[in-house]
Every structure is written in C-alpha cells, then in structure tokens.
C-alpha cells in the first residue's frame, strides 16, 4: 500500500527541533510519507539561530517540480520562506497544485529571530494566504499580519476575520501566548471551532509550530475534513509537547516521537 505523501516547503533547522526536520518526523509519526522543499539553511541549536541562507528561487521551484511532477502530493504545508521573492514564488506553485496547502506563516522564531524579511508580509497578505486551505498564525503572526492584537479570548473572533479577509479558505488562530488555558480558534468564516488543551508547564516547546502544522497537513493528505485534522493535529502536538525535553543549554525540542516512548526502551 502506497501511503499519502505530504510535502513541506520550509527551512531548515540543524538542532533538528523546528523546520524541515521537525515536519518530517511528524509526518513518519502520522503514518505519511513526507518529502522536503528546502527553502533555507539555518545554523541553530537550543540557544537561537547563529545565521540563515536561503536558496536560489530557481532552486526551490525546482525541488517542487521534482516532487509534484512525478511523485504527486496529497498535501502541501510551508514554514519559513525568508524573502518576498520566495513567498511569491511559492504561492504560485500551491495556487497551481491541486491539493490543500496548510499555511504556517512563520515570522520568528521561539528565540525571536526573524525568519522571514519585514519587506515580505505583503507578499504573505496578498499571494500566500489567498493560497491557503488552512492558515495557522500565532498571535505575533497576527500582529504583524494584520495590526490586530490578541490581549484576552474574546479578541480572537476579530483576529481570525481580519486573517480571513486576505482569503485563506480557513484560519486556526493560536492563542497558545495568551495566560491560562492554551485555546485555539478555528473558523472558515462560518463554522466555529474553539479547542482548548491544558497548559504543560514545560518550556521545552521549540518546533511547536511547524509540528502542528505538518500534523495538518498529514491529516488532510489521509482525507480528513479541516476541522477533523485540526483536532487529530491538535491531539498530536499536545502529547508532543508534554513530553518536550531538554536539549543543549536553552529550549529543547517537543518529542515528535512521543507515541512511540515503548520503542525506545
Ligand atoms: O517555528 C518556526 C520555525 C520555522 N522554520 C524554521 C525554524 C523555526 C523556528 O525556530 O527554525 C527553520
């Protein structure tokens, strides 16, 4: 039996935490075969990001060719696009490729290092989440995004309407920075879906975003509905964080590998 192929168009991140890596491990960890469209190269570990290259926009364009052309995609999810020149050249290869796209627009990183250029968040309002089946900012993605700040819950309505209004088909808000209880909001404009998990109190979280976002994407690729990979997803990352552990002197890593601990012993 051939299994659903997801690709994920993002960055690498060498402690293996965030990034390609982390979507790769997510998507083995979900029963898919995942491929990679490497967008940059970061030098990072526990303590941050030391530098970042990113590719030749001929070089990401024909990584996806490769992929797509030949082997097909159930589902597509990108993570760090660094330029402007790449965030517009990979919303048109999604806009062209008959499969949902989960968009993770990602901005910083958990050290707040900027992984994408200020001169690209037009390109992300205008080209990238008109692409989107699935976007998914956190509240700082928000912010810069669309000037809405995100203080309590009830100011997340008004958050995923401002998202929706560049045309992503869904928004899942991520609401995990607020204090209290991690919630989520996930809306297509219409329908609501308000998912909360308890907060564990470990702060080895690096990778959180591009986990949840592949566990989407993974979702999607086996043909569940938005709402059903969203929760499926949600579930994934929760278990991940939970068994989060330390790595080298700073934030350590969510454990993609968490339902498979018996292995291991
Ligand atoms: O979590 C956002 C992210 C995306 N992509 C890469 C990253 C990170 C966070 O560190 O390193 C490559």
Redesign the pocket.
Known sequence: MIPPRVLTV????SGG????QADLKTMLALGVHGMSVIT?V?A?NSLG?QGAWELPVAAVRAQYRSVVDDIGVQAVKT??LASAELVEAVAELISGTDAPAVV?P?GV???G?P?LAASALDSVRTRLLPAATVATPNLDEVVQLTGVRVGAEDDLRRAAAAVLAYGPRWVLIKGGHLPGEAVDLLTDGSAEHWLRAPRHDNRHT?????TLASAIASGLAKGRSVPEAVIAAKEYVTGAIAAGFALGGGIGPVDHGWRFREIRE
């Open positions: 993002a960055g690498s991140d935490g965030a990034g390609i940059a970061t990072q990001v993570g760090m993770d990602v990183s958990k050290h290092d992984l690096h990778g959180t975003g591009c």
